[in-house]
């Protein structure tokens, strides 16, 4: 059974266009969050959301919306996409919001062209 | 600023060596602090660290925290193809009530047949 699943895991797409990646946890977390990981590797926090509500909003930009419809699923949607926003993105999971480990999803690649 | 630095940024070993990966940070009101192994896809969980000089271990993996030195090390022994993958340090500073994990750039580890 997968515990994080993100979908798509590939997303190609042309500049301008609106995206949403989903993702859906089954651990019972409370706190799931969005990472991008950069054509370098380095992850980078996106959004943090415990039990539906927004915790942590990181510098970015405006385009990008989260949203919870219940502690399970957290989705990312994203506006007017711009060749800078093409990485992969990862959704992650922790039981609580501070120290927890948190568990990651297998990650949506998206390419912007 | 928060921030963690790994070093080496890239290694290359032959099968059965002993590699040292480190792990610095700086950061407000450390909490915690995690290792990943990422090899295609997503980072897996590794170790979770709060204590000063307790080492964890699991198989030929095993990690120690220096508060007083705000560093980690992660040791490989008897090196396999199978550990070649990208070994990311996150910590835990804590903001009020919340926290989010801070990444290190990682350690690109290649293991040679």
């Known amino acids: 059974d997968t515990a994080v699943s993100q979908t798509p895991k590939y997303l190609v797409t042309q500049m301008g266009n609106d995206k949403s990646i989903k993702c859906e946890q089954n651990?019972?977390?409370?706190?799931m969050y969005w990472y991008k990981q950069d054509s370098k590797k380095f992850l980078k926090i996106m959004f943090s959301y415990n039990n539906k509500e927004l915790i942590i909003n990181e510098t970015v930009p405006n385009r990008f919306s989260p949203k919870s419809p219940d502690k399970a699923h957290l989705n990312l949607h994203i506006n007017s996409l711009e060749l800078g926003d093409s990485a992969v993105y990862f959704c992650?999971?922790?039981?609580?919001?501070?120290?927890?480990?948190?568990?990651f999803g297998p990650g949506t690649r998206l390419t912007v062209l | 600023e928060d921030k963690v630095v790994q070093s080496p940024l890239s290694l290359v070993v032959h099968e059965g060596d002993t590699v040292t990966l480190n792990c610095s940070y700086e950061?407000?009101?450390?909490?915690?602090l995690l290792w990943y192994k990422q090899e295609k896809k997503a980072p897996t969980f590794l170790f979770m660290l709060t204590s000063s000089g307790i080492e964890k271990k699991s198989g030929r993996l095993s990690s120690i925290l220096d508060k007083k030195e705000l560093s980690s090390i992660l040791n490989i022994t008897a090196t396999q193809t199978g550990d070649s993958a990208i070994y990311l340090c996150a910590v835990y500073p804590m903001r009020g009530s919340q926290g989010n994990l801070i990444f290190g750039k990682g350690t690109k580890l290649s293991v040679k047949p």
């Open positions: 992650a999971s922790s039981q609580s919001s501070s120290t927890d480990t948190q568990y």
């Open positions: 950061v407000t009101n450390f909490r915690s």
């Open positions: 651990l019972g977390h409370d706190t």
